[in-house]
T-cell receptor, first 112, second 113 residues
Framework: SQQGEEDPQALSIQEGENATMNCSYKTSINNLQWYRQNSGRGLVHLILIRSNEREKHSGRLRVTLDTSKKSSSLLITASRAADTASYFCATVRSSNTGKLIFGQGTTLQVKP | DADVTQTPRNRITKTGKRIMLECSQTKGHDRMYWYRQDPGLGLRLIYYSFDVKDINKGEISDGYSVSRQAQAKFSLSLESAIPNQTALYFC????????????FGPGTRLTVL
């Protein structure tokens, strides 16, 4: 069964706006990762946040993690048309490192 | 990621046929994975291997088998393909010394008629 639930399933914004995607999960985790997938292509790792971290930045990406609520968010600031893609959260359970459990993904469209 | 390659990239086959999807990697990683992706369902793990002598079932292994021929090669077989195995299949690798980050191949689009 899926570990992560992502919200929203689809998001459409204008270039320059910020995009926020949320991910909730069910069990204790070792870390949470975000991946990006351009249409029909392989996933690319974006950022990883460990269970003892609360916030992490990478360029225009900001990830937060709230382990008490079992949730994470990915913020993309100053979005660009090239950010159009699907974004997936994936968790590594505390009990089973080495395996990723993926959410269903958020499809982001950034309009020029 | 060119370091993880999959063949074929596209395949159309008929019900009942045996199909093999191949994955090769030049990253030197010990761990390899096979996933399938269906619209609206994200990625689901089929099989994974933490080294050459290690094979483990994932959440949806029924109807599939795998072979880890070498550290760099991990193949997925459908012994008798059925239409609901039509999906996008991804191979991935990770380094046991890293933080579970996985590196994905470009995918194989399989259609079973």
């Amino acid at each position: 069964s899926q570990q992560g639930e992502e919200d929203p399933q689809a998001l459409s914004i204008q270039e320059g706006e910020n995009a926020t995607m949320n991910c909730s999960y069910k069990t204790s985790i070792n870390n949470l990762q975000w991946y990006r997938q351009n249409s029909g292509r392989g996933l690319v790792h974006l950022i990883l946040i460990r269970s003892n971290e609360r916030e992490k930045h990478s360029g225009r990406l900001r990830v937060t993690l709230d382990t008490s609520k079992k949730s994470s968010s990915l913020l993309i600031t100053a979005s660009r048309a090239a950010d159009t893609a699907s974004y997936f959260c994936a968790t590594v359970r505390s009990s089973n490192t080495g395996k990723l459990i993926f959410g269903q993904g958020t499809t982001l469209q950034v309009k020029p | 990621d060119a370091d993880v390659t999959q063949t074929p990239r596209n395949r159309i086959t008929k019900t009942g046929k045996r199909i093999m999807l191949e994955c090769s990697q030049t990253k030197g990683h010990d761990r390899m994975y096979w996933y399938r992706q269906d619209p609206g369902l994200g990625l689901r793990l089929i099989y994974y291997s933490f080294d050459v002598k290690d094979i483990n079932k994932g959440e949806i292994s029924d109807g599939y088998s795998v072979s880890r021929q070498a550290q760099a090669k991990f193949s997925l077989s459908l012994e008798s393909a059925i239409p609901n195995q039509t999906a996008l299949y991804f191979c991935a690798t990770s380094d046991l010394r890293s933080t579970d980050t996985q590196y994905f191949g470009p995918g194989t689009r399989l259609t079973v008629l």
